[in-house]
T-cell receptor, first 111, second 114 residues
Framework: LAKTTQPISMDSYEGQEVNITCSHN???????ITWYQQFPSQGPRFIIQ???TKVTNEVASLFIPADRKSSTLSLPRVSLSDTAVYYC????????????FGGGTRLMVKP | EPEVTQTPSHQVTQMGQEVILRCVPI?????FYWYRQILGQKVEFLVS????????KSEIFDDQFSVERPDGSNFTLKIRSTKLEDSAMYFC????????????FGNGTRLTVT
């Protein structure tokens, strides 16, 4: 299983763009990169997933360089409600394979 | 949007008692998971389940734990004889059959063992 490394915490201010980088040096060919968001006392919520290059949806963008050894979650113009823990998961998405959560990045958005 | 639902939201039990945590996965999902999160710690994988059998399980998922899909909608986690250290949030998750689809999590059951 690919191990992931993320900053433990980040601070930002409302309206700023936030970029959270995850390192996954031993990512395997079949592995996808998935980001989840978790608020206190709630289950993790899927944000975005990618394999290579760039993926964008209505809430975030995911940048993956050609070597796929890292990825960056980009949150445009954060608000106070984006304060949460963000997890980067790397794994073979074939059903049944366990996906392992790392420690995550605790993002604090300040007014 | 369909969601994974878990009941109860909070369960208090005495050490040594059996508990059953219940989950209703999203209806067209075929792969089911249990994770747990001890307060202040990271989310830990317990078990994955497909086609009425366990696909993978972690070291945490010992003989005290079992899972079952008793009917077409429910997915349960049973802890036979609870210990104090089983106190945690337990999250159920499911995914669609497609290999690239993400996990969808419920909002968890907070288990408190006294």
């Amino acid at each position: 299983l690919a191990k992931t490394t993320q900053p433990i915490s980040m601070d930002s201010y409302e309206g700023q763009e936030v970029n959270i980088t995850c390192s996954h040096n031993n990512i395997a060919t079949n592995d996808y990169i998935t980001w989840y968001q978790q608020f206190p006392s709630q289950g993790p919520r899927f944000i975005i997933q990618g394999y290579k290059t760039k993926v964008t949806n209505e809430v975030a963008s995911l940048f993956i360089p050609a070597d796929r050894k890292s990825s960056t979650l980009s949150l445009p113009r954060v608000s106070l409600s984006d304060t949460a823990v963000y997890y980067c998961l790397v794994g073979d998405n074939n059903a049944g394979n366990m996906l392992t959560f790392g420690g995550g990045t605790r993002l604090m958005v300040k007014p | 949007e369909p969601e994974v639902t878990q009941t109860p939201s909070h369960q208090v039990t005495q050490m040594g008692q059996e508990v059953i945590l219940r989950c209703v996965p999203i209806s067209n999902h075929l792969y089911f998971y249990w994770y747990r999160q001890i307060l202040g710690q990271k989310v830990e994988f317990l078990v994955s389940f497909y086609n009425n059998e366990i696909s993978e399980k972690s070291e945490i998922f010992d003989d005290q734990f079992s899972v079952e899909r008793p009917d077409g909608s429910n997915f349960t986690l049973k802890i036979r004889s609870t210990k104090l250290e089983d106190s945690a949030m337990y999250f159920c998750a499911s995914k669609f059959r497609d290999g690239n689809s993400p996990l969808h999590f419920g909002n968890g059951t907070r288990l408190t063992v006294t």
